[in-house]
């Protein structure tokens, strides 16, 4: 591993650490799942596979799928905003892939998840997750951003860069 790694049972200063990051966390989740005026809402009903967004708001109600990638498009923004309040599961196929163009940053994308995240083998994955549960990236799965949950974030041969 490089970087930092922290957990709640790991010596001090880290339960510290953790207590201030997890409040950022809930007050980010809270700020983004607090938008209103959304772009769009129940966007393919649930599954954005194959799809190219602009920035904006996107809500659903239920859980969101990307089994075949999404590519999010800034049109030459970089300083776009995408914020996804998703009430349910965030599910990422195996393999699948979210591309950004137009020049999106990874840490102006926002995926506000009050259910799971699972991010399948070796999908590789942009924007910071913040995740009411858990998280899970499942064996080679790729992170450029943040991986943040309330209650825990499951790793299994990972890479996660910060962006």
């Not at 950022?24 to 799942?33: E, G, H, L, N, V």
Request: charged share 5%; aromatic share 6%.
């Amino acid at each position: 591993m490089t970087g930092k790694a922290y957990a709640a049972d790991y010596a001090v200063p880290t339960p510290a650490k953790m207590i201030t990051a997890v409040s950022d966390m809930q007050t980010a989740f809270t700020d983004a799942a607090g938008r209103t005026n959304p772009t769009a809402t129940e966007l393919g009903a649930g599954d954005i596979s194959g799809m190219t967004l602009t920035p904006g708001l996107y809500k659903w109600g239920t859980g969101v799928l990307i089994n075949a990638g999404v590519t999010l498009n800034c049109q030459g923004n970089a300083n776009a905003v995408f914020i996804f309040q998703i009430a349910q599961t965030l599910t990422v196929g195996n393999g699948a892939i979210v591309t950004l163009s137009g020049g999106c940053q990874a840490s102006n994308i926002f995926w506000q998840v009050s259910g799971q995240t699972t991010l399948g083998t070796t999908s590789i994955f942009k924007g910071i997750i913040l995740d009411q549960t858990a998280i899970v990236l499942n064996t080679g799965a790729s992170l450029t951003g943040r991986a943040l949950a309330q209650t825990a974030v499951t790793l299994n041969a990972n890479t996660v860069t910060t962006p």
